[in-house]
C-alpha cells in the first residue's frame, strides 16, 4: 500500500522528480523529465508496480527526517536496538545526466540495511530485461527505449526483484546510485557521489540566497518558492503544475489527472511569486518558453503545454496501474488542453505586465505578440468557456474569466500609457469599459449584491476572489465584502474554502471533493487586503499546519481524515501560500530582514 500523500518527500534536478516515502522507498519517479513514464510506480498502486526501497531490516526501526538546509537533499536518520544509519537521498543538479543518488551512512554501532529494486518501465507495463555488471556491483536494466543502471552493492534477483542486505557500521558509506539513458547508448560511468552531494547542495543553497528576505512567515515562503523552482524545467523554463498524475481529488472516485504539464495560468502566477521575490532570471527564462510555445497563430492559444511547448497532450486511461489507494482510472495526458478558457489571455498579460515593472523589457516579438493575443480577445471577449476549474460541462460566461480577459485589456493599456508601447490603447480602453459593464449587469446577483459564479447562476465561486487580486475592485469595496460573505456562506467546509459547489453540477462530472487549498490562500489575502487582519493570520496559521514535516502542500486537504489529498506537491497551494504571506506582510507594513542560514 502506498503511504499517505503527507508522507512523501519530493527530491529534484529540475528535469525530473521522485517523492520518497517517510518508509525509505521512492515510489515514484519518471525519467528524464517530469512527464515521461514511470520507472517507479508504486504510488499508483503496490511496490510490484515499482519502487525502491532502502531502509534498515529492522521493523522496529524508526526515523527522523529533514531537508539539508533550503535545498532538496533529504536526510534521514534511522534508529535500531543496534545502532543509527543516515540515509541521505538526491538527484544531483548540473551533471546534465538522469541519476538518483542514496548514501548510507553509519552514524553509531552495526545496523543491517535491506536495499530491494522492482524496475517497470512504462507506468509499469513493462518488466525489464536485467544483468549483473560485470563486477557484479550493480544491475543493467532495458526494456524498450529505456535502460538503467543501478549500482553500489551486489544485487541478487528474486520474483522480479532485486535486493541486498548490506551491515553498515559506524564511519561506514554505501553510495547507492541509479542512472537513466537511452537504451540504444552504452552503460554510462559511475556517479563520482562525493562531490555532486557538494555541488547540489551549494546549488540549491545559492539559489535559496538570493531570495529577497519575506517579512512574514520566512520559512515557509522559501520552502515554497524552492518548490516552485523544483517543478521548473531547467533547460525549457517551463513550470509543472505538479510532480504527479492521478492522486485523486476524494480517495477512491474518478476525479484524477494528470498535471506534470505547463498551464499557463500556474506558470504566469508562479512567474509572479519568484519575480517578486527577486529571481528576474526566472522570469527571462519563462518569458522565452512562453514565445516558444504560443508562437504561431494566436487563435491557437491553449491552456496549457508539455515542458517543451508540446501541444498534443491527448488523454488516456492506464490499465497498468491500479490507483492510488484505488482510486481509478490513472490518466496520462489531460483532455483539457483542448478547452477554450479565456482566463488565460489574462494571466499571461499580467505576468508579461509584472515582468515589465521588474525591468524586463519587451522586444519586438514579444509585444507583438501580446498585440496579437489582445486582438483575438478583440474578436472573442464574449466568448462562453470552460473557466478556471476547466469544468467537462457545459461551456458558461464564468466572471472570473470576464474579469481576467478585463485583466488583459487594462494591462495592455498600460503596456502603452506608463511603457511607451505601440498599440490602438483607445479602443482597448473603450472594449475594457464595455466588458466592465457587461459583467456589473449579468454576472451580479443583485439580491444579495454579490458576484457570482457565472452569468444565469446564483451559485458563488472561490474564484471570485481573485476580482480583487487583479485590480478589478477593491478587496473592501461593498460588492466585493459580500461576494466575501456569500462565500464565506456557501463554500466554507470545516473551515476552508471549497472551489465551488458540485452539486451544482457545473462541472459535469460525477462525486464530490475536498477544499482546495489554494482557494483559502486567496481567502486569507484577500482578508488582509480589506482590514481582516486577525481573520487572515488565524486562517493562514491553520493552512500552515497541513503542510507535512518537510513544509509541502497537496493540491487539496480533507480535514475529517488529517489527509493531504490530490496531485503533490502543488505549484498553486505554494504560490498562493507566498502570495498570502506578502499581502500579510503588507498588510502589516513588516519591514524585511537579512536572511540567515545555518549550515550543517
Not at 531502509?55 to 533550503?70: E, G, N
Not at 538503467?148 to 557500521?169: K, P, Q
Not at 476552508?496 to 471533493?513: A, H
Request: hydrophobic fraction near 40%; aromatic fraction near 8%; include cysteine.
Amino acid at each position: 500500500m502506498p503511504s499517505p500523500i503527507e508522507d512523501y518527500a519530493l527530491i529534484g534536478d529540475c528535469h525530473t522528480a521522485a517523492l520518497v516515502s517517510s518508509e525509505g522507498g521512492i515510489d515514484w519517479l519518471c525519467l528524464p523529465r517530469f512527464d515521461s513514464p514511470s520507472m517507479f510506480g508504486a504510488l499508483l498502486g503496490t511496490e510490484d508496480h515499482g519502487c525502491w526501497t532502502v531502509r534498515p531490516a529492522d521493523a522496529r526501526a524508526t526515523a527522523s527526517r529533514a531537508y539539508l538546509d533550503d535545498t532538496f537533499v533529504l536526510e534521514t536518520v534511522w534508529t535500531t536496538p543496534d545502532g543509527q544509519v543516515r540515509v541521505t537521498d538526491l538527484m544531483p543538479h548540473g551533471d546534465r545526466r538522469a541519476d538518483v543518488v542514496r548514501r548510507v551512512e553509519g552514524l553509531s554501532g552495526t545496523v543491517a540495511v535491506d536495499v530491494e529494486v522492482r524496475l517497470r518501465f512504462g507506468y509499469a507495463d513493462a518488466i525489464p530485461w536485467v544483468r549483473q555488471l560485470p563486477d557484479g556491483s550493480g544491475i543493467v536494466a532495458v526494456a524498450g527505449p529505456d535502460a538503467v543502471v543501478v549500482r553500489g552493492v551486489h544485487l541478487t534477483a528474486s520474483d522480479h526483484a532485486h535486493s541486498a542486505t548490506v551491515e553498515v557500521s559506524a564511519g561506514d558509506t554505501v553510495d547507492l546510485t541509479l542512472t537513466w539513458y537511452p537504451s540504444h547508448r552504452e552503460v554510462p560511468d559511475p556517479v563520482d557521489v562525493g562531490p555532486r552531494i557538494d555541488h547540489t547542495v551549494a546549488w540549491w543553497r545559492d539559489w535559496a540566497s538570493r531570495c529577497d528576505p519575506a517579512a512574514e512567515y520566512e520559512e515557509a515562503v522559501v520552502r515554497s518558492l524552492l518548490v516552485l523552482r523544483a517543478l521548473t524545467h531547467e533547460d525549457t523554463g517551463g513550470i509543472v503544475a505538479a510532480a504527479t498524475t492521478s492522486l485523486p481529488e476524494s480517495f477512491g472516485g474518478v476525479r484524477n489527472w494528470d498535471y506534470r504539464y505547463v498551464w499557463l495560468r500556474d506558470a504566469s502566477l508562479t512567474l509572479e511569486a519568484l519575480m517578486q521575490h527577486g529571481f528576474t532570471e526566472e522570469a527571462h527564462d519563462w518569458r522565452r518558453w512562453l514565445l516558444r510555445a504560443i508562437a504561431g497563430d494566436p487563435n491557437d492559444l491553449q491552456i496549457m503545454y508539455g515542458l517543451a511547448g508540446e501541444r498534443h497532450l491527448v488523454e488516456e486511461e492506464l490499465d497498468s496501474l491500479p490507483g492510488y489507494l484505488g482510486a481509478a482510472p490513472v490518466r496520462v495526458g489531460n483532455g483539457a488542453y483542448t478547452q477554450y478558457q479565456g482566463d488565460v489571455f489574462g494571466s499571461v498579460m499580467i505576468a508579461l505586465d509584472e515582468a515589465r515593472s521588474v525591468g524586463l523589457a519587451d522586444d519586438d516579438f514579444s509585444w507583438s505578440l501580446q498585440r496579437a493575443l489582445l486582438g483575438v480577445l478583440e474578436e472573442h471577449w464574449n466568448r462562453p468557456d470552460r473557466g478556471i476549474w476547466e469544468v467537462r460541462g457545459d461551456e458558461q460566461h464564468f466572471t472570473h474569466s470576464r474579469a481576467m480577459i478585463w485583466a488583459a485589456l487594462d494591462r495592455g493599456v498600460r503596456a502603452v500609457r506608463e511603457h511607451g508601447l505601440d498599440g490602438p490603447v483607445e479602443r482597448w480602453e473603450a472594449l475594457r469599459e464595455t466588458l466592465r459593464e457587461t459583467i456589473e449587469r449579468e454576472n451580479v446577483d443583485h439580491a444579495r449584491g454579490c458576484y457570482v459564479q457565472h452569468a444565469g447562476t446564483t451559485e458563488v465561486d472561490a474564484s471570485l476572489l481573485v476580482l480583487a487580486q487583479i485590480g478589478y475592485v477593491a478587496p473592501d469595496d461593498p460588492r466585493m465584502l459580500a461576494t466575501v460573505a456569500a462565500i464565506e456562506e456557501d463554500l466554507l467546509q470545516d473551515g476552508l474554502l471549497l472551489r465551488y459547489r458540485t452539486t451544482s453540477g457545473v462541472d459535469g462530472l460525477p462525486g464530490d471533493e475536498h477544499p482546495f487549498l489554494a482557494c483559502s490562500f486567496w481567502l486569507v489575502q484577500q482578508y488582509a487586503a480589506s482590514g481582516r487582519l486577525d481573520d487572515a493570520r488565524e486562517l493562514m496559521d491553520r493552512l500552515l499546519s497541513f503542510r507535512n514535516d518537510l513544509g509541502l502542500l497537496s493540491e487539496e486537504y480533507d480535514v475529517q481524515q488529517a489527509r493531504q489529498v490530490g496531485n503533490t506537491p502543488q505549484a498553486l497551494s505554494h504560490l498562493t501560500l507566498v502570495r498570502a504571506a506578502d499581502a500579510i506582510a503588507a498588510a502589516t507594513a513588516t519591514p524585511a530582514s537579512p536572511r540567515t542560514v545555518t549550515k550543517r
